[in-house]
């Protein structure tokens, strides 16, 4: 027995060698930084930017610096750090400098003071809805024209955390007219007792993101910081504060979020999901973080390949999951190992008349394509297990194909209560694979299966995008975790967590446990809108890859006058169709033509193929 003991990966400088950075730089002097806020687990939205930071940083042969952007110990957890710092190196960055922005809390300290004395800040005490509202209209705070001395001593209160010094926060005085309203004095430092997880109660007052981010930026030395769009508007911001404090400039790009169907990327909304027991905890295969969906069985390749593909693209879209699984799929599909297993639910049982009752082994290839995966004995008996699915459609008289096998002839059909009994003779000299039915199969040994548990995951939203105005906890899919029972290869129980393999016409699927008593395996999209088989899943191909639109609590109510329900706009289109088919209307029949349909032939001439190729690898 052979088995490739990992999976082969690639250097970054391979994947970034095709991809533009969108900015230029000097050969050897660019810097960039990645800044996550240790408030949660690190997810893929944040990988885009570790991602693009790194790669940009490396095409140029300069830097990159992680920081910790740890000004708010409210929401701030050692557990964050340290699983942030574990992610990165799961996904194969190594930053050149690693600091914290609480390294800088002293400077960042002394620039407030000068805002300050200079008139360009001030103290001031207005009730925070009261202030939201305020800045929305542009009505200037009644502190606004204090004096800089006056300031300054509300300052220091500030600082020592008194009571009136509690009531304050310092604000930048920027522009109250301003279009940009985030330029409307926004609030630069505030009051936070709570222990910081690195300097403990040293201090009182912490930096907010947007007074914090430019200065250490402009003091760790970064040339080139990439932020997402969401961030834009903030850009004058980060440029004022590096003018009032004459620092060092550094120049922004901009770059779309990432955001995906039926998935939640907030960490707040995250968080709920933990504290709720939606789902384990932050790694679940359900969430997306980095640890989440490599659990799921997402390659670090495909993750970084796909994130750079996406560019620095500014157009920030609701993304389909079936693009960043089938690029998964180009990397698994070469090197994973094939094995068979049946579900235990409703297993049936082959008896083949012509064979000895014996058991006997040859040597087959792990993978179809490449022998570097090296080779496995497969266990041959004359019972066989098969799944229900194919039992269910096999006629006395029919010539099946068992899989690494050879051609069947079926001769008897008995369908039980649970169960069906076949009976059939091998024909080894029949090397005729065309339009027969290939079956897995595993021997029924008791020694030569292994008890396994597959599981499939839905999506936790019902709903493909939340309205501004859409509640998340309205959309909770209470179902999104499937189990079935397997009988599986005995080989398996060689396999170690972290694998991935192929099961034989069930898909891919990510070892997650793997103890002398368990082997638990996640299933793995592969893009596809449709199973790889006729054997039957407990979650839609087409809902994984392209989400699924959530009913909304109204959806069951009478359409309002002037508006055509679905039932009706469905019956029209059907008219539209038979119109078209009949040549009395060629428009209806251009405007009938429904474009994934070619999709649906590319998929089953795909899927044609894979069989031909399959035909000629049975025995």
């Excluded at 990645?34 to 990988?47: D, T």
């Excluded at 030395?221 to 990439?226: F, L, N, R």
């Excluded at 993304?319 to 180009?330: E, L, R, S, V």
């Amino acid at each position: 027995f052979k088995r490739l003991s990992f999976i082969p990966r690639r250097s970054f400088m391979d994947i970034i060698q095709k991809h533009k950075a969108p900015f230029k730089g000097e050969e050897g002097k660019v810097i960039t930084r990645f800044p996550p806020e240790p408030s949660g687990y690190l997810h893929i939205g944040h990988s885009k930017a570790a991602i693009m930071n790194y790669c940009y940083a490396k095409k140029f042969g300069g830097k990159m610096v992680f920081r910790f952007d740890d000004t708010n110990p409210s929401k701030e957890k050692v557990e964050f750090v340290e699983n942030i710092k574990r992610d990165l190196t799961t996904i194969g960055i190594k930053p050149d400098i690693f600091t914290f922005s609480s390294d800088h809390f002293d400077e960042m300290l002394e620039l407030i003071t000068k805002l300050i004395k200079d008139g360009n800040a001030y103290a001031d005490n207005t009730p925070a809805e009261e202030m939201k509202e305020n800045r929305d209209k542009g009505i200037p705070s009644k502190s606004r024209e204090s004096t800089p001395e006056e300031n300054l001593k509300l300052f220091e209160e500030m600082k020592k955390g008194t009571k009136e010094g509690l009531k304050y926060c310092i604000r930048a005085k920027m522009d109250m007219k301003n279009k940009n309203k985030c330029l409307r004095d926004p609030v630069f430092y505030r009051c936070n007792l709570t222990p910081h997880h690195k300097t403990g109660t040293t201090y009182k007052v912490y930096p907010t993101y947007d007074f914090c981010c430019p200065i250490v930026d402009s003091l760790d030395g970064v040339t080139h910081a990439g932020r997402t769009v969401e961030f834009h508007d903030r850009n004058p911001m980060y440029q004022w504060v590096i003018d009032k404090l004459g620092l060092r400039p550094v120049e922004i790009y901009d770059f779309s979020k990432i955001m995906f169907v039926n998935t939640v990327m907030s960490k707040r909304k995250l968080q709920w999901f933990v504290d709720n027991n939606y789902v384990d905890g932050w790694f679940d295969p359900r969430f997306p973080t980095v640890q989440g969906i490599m659990r799921r069985g997402l390659t670090v390749d495909a993750l970084t390949d796909f994130m750079l593909e996406q560019g620095p693209s500014k157009k920030t879209v609701n993304m389909q999951w079936d693009k960043i699984w089938a690029t998964n799929k180009k990397f698994i599909d070469p090197i994973a190992p094939r094995y068979m297993a049946i579900s235990q639910e409703k297993s049936c049982t082959l008896i083949l008349d012509n064979v000895e009752d014996k058991v006997f082994a040859q040597t087959q290839p792990l993978h179809p394509k490449n022998k570097e995966v090296g080779t496995k004995p497969l266990f041959y008996y004359n019972q066989l297990l098969i799944e229900w699915d194919d039992a269910d459609m096999i006629q006395p008289g029919e010539k099946i194909t068992l899989m690494k096998w050879g051609n069947c002839n079926i001769t008897t059909v008995d369908k039980q209560e649970n169960t069906i009994i076949l009976h059939g003779n091998i024909n080894l000299e029949d090397k005729n694979f065309a339009k027969t039915k290939k079956l897995t199969w595993i021997p029924k040994v008791e020694d030569l299966m292994l008890d396994c548990t597959i599981v499939e995951f839905d999506h936790l939203l019902t709903i493909e995008k939340l309205g501004e105005n859409d509640k998340f906890e309205d959309y909770i899919n209470p179902n999104t975790k499937h189990t079935t029972a397997m009988y599986g290869e005995g080989l398996m129980r060689t396999l170690k967590k972290g694998d991935i393999i192929q099961i034989e016409r069930r898909g891919f699927f990510y070892v997650d446990e793997a103890t002398e008593k368990k082997l638990i395996l996640h299933f793995i999209p592969d893009g596809k809108t449709k199973s790889m088989s006729s054997i039957s899943t407990k979650v839609s191909a087409a809902a994984l890859t392209q989400g699924t639109g959530g009913q909304n609590p109204k959806a069951n109510e009478e359409p309002k006058e002037g508006k055509k329900s679905k039932k009706q706009l469905k019956k029209e289109q059907k008219k539209m169709e038979k119109k078209a088919k009949k040549g009395e209307n060629k428009d209806a029949a251009e405007k009938t033509t429904d474009k994934p349909s070619e999709e649906v032939k590319v998929e089953a001439s795909e899927e044609k193929k894979e069989q031909v190729i399959n035909n000629e690898l049975f025995i």
